[in-house]
């Protein structure tokens, strides 16, 4: 009986060292904030500018482009950048020679190409001539091609005054050409 008394009391004890270790270590998980590991996903926002100002040189040395935003959110999973407000002014021989300003803009990094939404307008600077005003709620530019293209409704100011509206667009920049797609109607002044 000594003897199983022995062994009644050691694993006694070992139980209530068990228990003891059991419950230290459930009451010190209990006090500690628990920081979760997360993974980044495509919603992640990689960073972020205020009062975003930026500027573009030609091979030359002189400023080809300049572009302003209120707020940028830059999404590196999904290679974009959303803007607030944004604003880009293109030069020819220091000049001024197009603007584009919307509400909002999707900038795709691999592609050089933007999407401008929400009351977009687009002014092209003519020399000695009247300016020409594009308006419409979503334009895309192409940087590398220099061109602007929609799918939307516009309405196109030329350089004489006469209105032309349609239902999308493909403007080559360089070559300074606009062709309409579909609903083409316009209002022509006679000069």
Same mark, same amino acid.
């Given at each position: ?89 293109? =030069? ?40 020409? =005003? ?58």
């Amino acid at each position: 009986m000594l003897v199983a008394r022995h062994k009644l009391r050691l694993i006694f004890a070992i139980l209530i060292v068990i228990f003891a270790v059991i419950g230290w270590i459930n009451f010190d998980n209990q006090n500690k904030t628990i920081i979760p590991t997360t993974t980044s996903n495509d919603q992640d926002v990689d960073f972020y500018i205020k009062k975003a100002h930026f500027k573009a040189f030609n091979s030359n040395g002189q400023l080809a482009n300049t572009a302003t935003s209120d707020y940028i959110e830059h999404y590196k999973q999904r290679q974009i950048s959303q803007l607030s407000a944004p604003y880009f002014v293109n =030069y020819k021989d220091l000049d001024i020679s197009q603007t584009i300003k919307s509400q909002t803009a999707t900038a795709l990094d691999t592609s050089g190409k933007i999407t401008f939404k929400k009351q977009v307008l687009a002014i092209s600077f003519k020399n000695a001539l009247e300016d020409t =005003y594009l308006k419409t709620e979503t334009l895309h530019y192409d940087r590398n091609k220099n061109s602007v293209s929609t799918d939307d409704f516009i309405e196109f100011t030329d350089t004489f005054g006469n209105i032309t509206t349609s239902t999308g667009l493909f403007s080559d920049m360089n070559s300074q050409t606009v062709n309409f797609k579909t609903n083409v109607k316009g209002t022509f002044n006679e000069k």
